[in-house]
């Protein structure tokens, strides 16, 4: 009857003796009515039994209201009653060496189960390690002794009655188990708010190390850049080639060497900064912005100017080159053509100052007077070579040539003998002109050679001059336009030598009439210092000089057809190298398009498609070696093919970054897919739905384009006041930058925001409550206490005090905390 008046709540009436059973009957019907009004069905159980004392009955009833009562409501990742308690113990007991609870009878007999429970949850109460497993009478009763004085649940159990027992009471062992279960169940709250709040901070360390890497790998790649521009924008020139060569060598080296690594790097910063916004995304935190000035943006804001600097660079190394080049030429050209027009006019100012022609006798001054008409023809003549001389300074004045001042006084110095030589000639021939009445006709003869000689003279100086002139050429059409020029020149040698024998035999016929008339002649011409021999002299030298001439435009045209070999061997790899890496651009945009499989496999695809890319470097190295070898042979076009290094080095580059960010982009889905927990069929379906509405394949859809994607997936943005609201609130989410485009990471991370959930601050600052012990605040004592020393201090470092009413010495305030974690800090 207590029992009944404990389970009903009421106080029953003491029946009296007479009516005892009835009103016992009464009584233990109205316990009966309150137990079935709890929902336990009691079957073939009925007051009367009980009232008579039925054991089996009454015992029946009672382990019935013990799983109504204290067993039914556990409940563990939504098992049964029974199967909850026993995977909760499991649980518990797992870390624990020669502990295996598979049931509620044998798996307990040895004590070690209970005291493995108390210490697992109250490691103080029980020395562990210090328990036998053949002692199992002292370990139940060390477990019950404890559970009783600490935990305030009873002795239900006898030590040696479950020793002695070969099978112990399941029901009796569920139910002293399910009071552990209970005294604990409060820890088991704390345990899952601790692991909630652990995996909220994991996630944010995480993001704030990709964070810190992403400013360092920032900030080295900007310093990089602004260390190398001025160098590339420096276009102080060179006195010498040589100094130029070097700087070109230095370019090549900043381009084969120093500059690819930090095309890697830069690739590798955009795909850390795609990564880490992703990671953010999915943990519903708040974009990373980057510190001022090492936005993504930036970066290529700045690689656009080294680029820049870098296109006009090598350009002005190779014009510059050519200048110097062109400069040495016409400096020489210069100082050949000034040598030799010094050493003609050396001895003429001294000559044309002479006053020979006063004592001189008629014949010798008619033949002064002839004398000086050939000089000036011949001063005629050299009028030419003074003009190239200036003409020559000129230019190296104009191509600001280093040693320019040098040159003009040495060309001054020569106009202004020049000038000289004019008014002296002048001033003799007015002379030679007033005594020339008195003198007596010159011999025809002589005056003849004299005028044929000097003609004659400076022909074979000219082609002296000319057979030793430099040349520079760059094709095998201007070699051969030399060697043509050079054949048409001995082509005209046969009458030259003609011209030579018949001066030589006006020289011949004068001595042969003055021998013939007994006239004494001088050993010199009168009329001219152009000797037979001199003649002879020159003309030997002239044919010296035509075989020299031959080898040297032999070798030209030898080394002309070696460069012509090298364009038709770079041209032919270019040619190859070039369209290939314009097909494998081509064929990444499809793949990125059609994206056929799963995520998995494409990104597998991808990977394959990436290291045949790589396997095909070897190519574009024999590329650069073909490039190598033109350079050093100063090759400045090529007419055989479209291609410059400079193209498929920049295509190469392009190449990898594409076939990178590709990757990246399906690695972003994957994690996304992931996280989200959107299906394979799901992610394939909003796959084809943007690719249905991507008429042009560029990868992203225009306003209209989304809208219509957005319609054929269910949503209501029709063209009205209310279908435009909602369209431009989406269009805010997938393009906060208005861009005008929606690409399809952002339509993915939309319709992955639409179909999933994520942890909440509201969710955080529960779990905080919890661990808090529902108080406004919590101490660092009791964040230790909960949590993981490293994400304990992380959390005491970052909570602001609490500044409440109720605030305890050493209050932090946890719920401005976990606000921060999902809206705009320094977290």
């Known amino acids: 009857m ?114 493995a429970l108390i210490h697992r949850h109250r490691p103080e109460l029980i020395e562990y390690d210090k328990l036998r497993k053949d002692d199992p009478v002292t370990n139940l009763n060390n477990a019950f002794e404890v559970a009783e004085k600490y935990l305030d649940i009873p002795k239900m159990l006898d030590a040696e009655d479950i020793v002695g027992t070969l099978r112990p009471d399941e029901k009796a062992i569920m139910t002293y188990v399910s009071c552990f279960y209970h005294a604990f169940s409060g820890a088991q709250k704390a345990e899952t ?198 003409a020559i300074a000129q230019e190296l004045n104009e191509l600001d040539y280093y040693d320019s001042p040098s040159v003009n006084a040495r060309c001054q110095k020569i106009c202004d003998q020049w000038d000289v030589l004019g008014s002296l000639t002048h001033t003799r021939r007015e002379a030679l002109e007033k005594t020339e009445k008195q003198l007596e006709t010159i011999d025809e003869l002589h005056l003849e050679y004299a005028k044929r000689a000097a003609p004659f003279n400076n022909w074979m100086e000219s082609a002296m001059e000319d057979l030793q002139d430099m040349f520079i050429v760059h094709t095998i059409e201007e ?47 009168p009329y001219t210092s152009v000797t037979p021999q001199v003649i002879n002299s020159k003309w030997e030298r002239v044919q010296q000089l035509v075989p020299k001439r031959d080898h040297a435009l032999l070798d030209e045209q030898s080394k002309q057809q070696s460069n012509e070999h090298l364009r038709r061997q770079f041209a032919s790899q270019a040619n190859i190298v070039g369209p290939w890496i314009q097909t494998k651009m081509e064929e990444i945009g499809r793949i990125s398009i059609e994206m056929n499989g799963t995520l998995e496999d494409q990104l597998n695809h991808l990977k394959q498609y990436e290291q045949s890319i790589v396997d095909y470097k ?83 859809l225009g306003p209209e384009e989304f809208k219509a994607c957005l319609i054929s997936l269910g949503y209501d943005v029709e063209n009205d006041r209310q279908g435009d609201a909602e369209f431009n609130r989406i269009m805010s989410v997938v393009d906060p930058n208005n861009s005008g485009i929606v690409t399809f990471q952002a339509f993915i991370d939309f319709m992955s925001r639409e179909t ?9 600052i529960a779990s905080f409550r919890v661990l808090a012990g529902d108080k406004n605040y919590i101490t660092a004592e009791e964040l230790r206490r909960e949590l993981p020393p490293d994400q304990a201090d992380y959390c005491i470092a970052r909570m602001a005090p609490y500044r409440g009413p109720d605030a305890a010495p050493g209050a932090l305030d946890y719920k401005s905390f976990s606000t921060a974690l999902y809206g705009e800090s320094d977290l």
């Open 618 to 700: 070897p190519n574009l190295d024999l590329l650069e070696q073909q490039h190598q070898l033109i350079q050093e042979a100063l090759i400045f076009d090529n007419k055989h093919t479209n291609y410059t290094m400079e193209h498929i080095r920049v295509g190469w580059e392009q190449l990898l970054t594409t076939i990178a960010r590709t990757i990246n982009e399906v690695e972003n889905q994957i994690l996304t897919r992931d996280a989200k927990g959107i299906s394979q069929e799901q992610m394939q379906e909003f796959r084809a739905s943007f690719n249905h509405f991507d008429k042009d394949h560029g990868g992203a």
């Open 193 to 390: 708010a601790a692991n909630r709040i652990c995996k909220v901070l994991a996630v944010n360390q995480e993001n704030e190390h990709l964070m810190e890497d992403y400013e360092k790998l920032a900030s080295d790649l900007l310093e990089w850049i602004k260390r190398t521009i001025p160098w590339l924008e420096d276009r102080s020139p060179q006195k010498t080639i040589q100094e130029m060569q070097q700087k070109l060598e230095d370019f090549r080296d900043y381009r084969r060497v120093h500059k690819p690594p930090k095309v890697q790097e830069k690739c590798q910063l955009e795909i850390n900064f795609n990564t880490l916004q992703t990671k953010l995304r999915l943990s519903n935190r708040p974009a990373f912005m980057p510190s001022e000035g090492k936005m993504v943006s930036d970066i290529n804001t700045g690689w656009q100017h080294l680029e820049q600097a870098e296109k006009g660079y090598e350009e002005w190394l190779l014009n510059e080159i050519r200048r110097l080049e062109r400069l040495d030429h016409l400096a020489e050209k210069f100082r050949q053509k000034a040598s030799i027009h010094e050493a003609w006019t050396e001895g003429k100012e001294a000559m044309l100052k002479q006053k020979d022609y006063e004592a001189a006798t008629l014949s010798d001054t008619k033949a002064l007077l002839r004398k000086h008409e050939a000089f000036e023809s011949d001063l005629a003549a050299h009028q030419d070579r003074v003009e190239q001389i200036a």
């Open 756 to 764: 999933t959930d994520t942890d909440t601050a509201d969710q955080v």
């Open 479 to 525: 070699i051969e336009g030399l060697i043509a020029a050079h054949d048409q020149f001995k082509s005209t040698l046969p009458d030259a030598d003609k011209e030579r024998e018949a001066i030589l035999g006006i020289q011949r016929e004068a001595q042969r009439i003055a021998d013939l008339n007994s006239i004494k002649l001088s050993g010199n011409n």
């Open 2 to 115: 207590l029992l009944l008046e404990v389970i009903s709540g009421e106080r029953l009436p003491k029946p009296e003796r007479g009516k005892m059973r009835v009103h016992k009957i009464n009584n233990v019907n109205k316990a009966l009515d309150f137990i079935a009004s709890k929902g336990v069905k009691l079957v073939s159980i009925g007051a009367e039994e009980i009232v008579d004392g039925n054991a089996k009955m009454t015992l029946g009833m009672i382990w019935t209201i013990i799983l109504r009562f204290a067993i039914q409501d556990i409940s563990v990742e939504e098992t049964s009653a029974k199967e909850g308690l026993l995977l909760w113990c499991q649980r518990k007991t797992a870390p624990y060496k020669n502990v295996n609870v598979q049931n509620f009878h044998i798996s307990w007999k040895d004590g070690l189960a209970f005291n």
